[in-house]
Nanobody, 123 residues
Framework: VQLQASGGGLVQAGDSLRLSCATSARYPMGWFRQAPGKEREFVAAISWTGSRTDYADSVKGRFTISRDNAKNTVYLQMNSLEPEDTAVYYC?????????????????????WGQGTQVTVSS
């Protein structure tokens, strides 16, 4: 399974970015992020059907995860970015054997990981 994340960059506080993650099939997907000196943390997840989404409290109302299964691509729309959102963002995929509404906020539940894309938000 190949996961290719893209869309990161350097923006100012209040700006928006959209991350994309191209996959090879319809997997339950998650976005995680890791800032320097910190552990990897959950950002958002979406079931393989797209019928369920979950968010970390820190991004609720600002970030939106979505998917286009015709393109096997998952997106993370990030609005009202804050300096605290600065991190390397990773997309991840879980087993296709999961149920149609399955999501998880735990890194251990994801089997495949992309290479990460840097998001830097300046104040």
């Amino acid at each position: 399974v190949q996961l290719q994340a893209s869309g990161g960059g350097l923006v100012q506080a209040g700006d928006s970015l959209r991350l994309s993650c191209a996959t090879s099939a319809r997997y339950p997907m998650g976005w995680f992020r890791q800032a320097p000196g910190k552990e990897r943390e959950f950002v958002a997840a979406i079931s393989w059907t797209g019928s369920r989404t979950d968010y970390a409290d820190s991004v609720k109302g600002r970030f939106t995860i979505s998917r286009d299964n015709a393109k096997n691509t998952v997106y993370l729309q990030m609005n009202s970015l804050e300096p605290e959102d600065t991190a390397v963002y990773y997309c991840s995929a879980a087993s296709r054997l999961r149920g149609s509404t399955w999501t998880s906020s735990f890194p251990k539940d994801y089997v495949f990981w992309g290479q990460g894309t840097q998001v830097t938000v300046s104040s």
